[in-house]
């Protein structure tokens, strides 16, 4: 999530390449030189911006959606409670696989909660056994989405300017 003073602080250019790569992302072999096209940039100066914003925060991550249950993989959200002094080790230790997309630090008894993938059902259970019997991990509750609901999300940085696109 982008804090609002970091939003205060970008440039034009930055707003509209973000705007660009939520909304129009290119599927092509070399997609920062096609950003950079249509922005009048050169891919190397697209590539800088866009590593200068994540390494800000600003961008989390840059990567497509799959319906994961249609392939064929099993997923769930996990929520552990984990012992205060063991936190970033344990995180650290849930980021090393492969399909883990979202690792976050709760205020909460349970303290720790991250999504996982996994190619099947016998995997996913084989991670969340791994997982559980970290040192410093108290409890772990697996929790399977029932019904998925998705929406959306895109964050218009052209805001006040009603000629915008977004």
């Known amino acids: 999530m982008m804090h609002k003073h970091a939003a205060d602080n970008l440039s034009a250019v930055d707003r509209e390449l973000l705007n660009f790569i939520q909304m129009d992302f290119p599927r092509t072999t070399r997609p920062f030189a096609e950003i950079g096209r249509q922005l009048g940039l ?7 911006r866009v590593q200068t914003l994540k390494a800000a925060g600003v961008i989390r991550r840059i ?12 997923s769930t959200l996990v929520a552990m409670q984990v012992e205060e002094a063991k936190l970033e080790e344990v ?25 996982l993938v996994a190619p099947s059902d016998e995997e996913l259970q084989q ?28 964050f218009n940085l052209n805001r006040g300017n009603r000629n915008a696109p977004y």
């Open 127 to 154: 991670i969340l056994s791994e997982v559980e019997e970290l040192p410093g991990v108290v409890a772990l509750r697996n929790l399977p989405a029932v019904r998925v609901f998705k929406i959306g999300v895109k």
């Open 63 to 74: 990567g497509g959606i799959f319906a994961s249950q249609k392939m064929g993989f099993a």
């Open 42 to 48: 050169s891919e190397a100066e697209v590539l800088n």
């Open 91 to 115: 995180a650290t230790v849930v980021n090393s696989y492969d399909g883990v997309t979202h690792n976050y630090a709760r205020r909460h008894k349970f303290n720790l909660w991250f999504t």
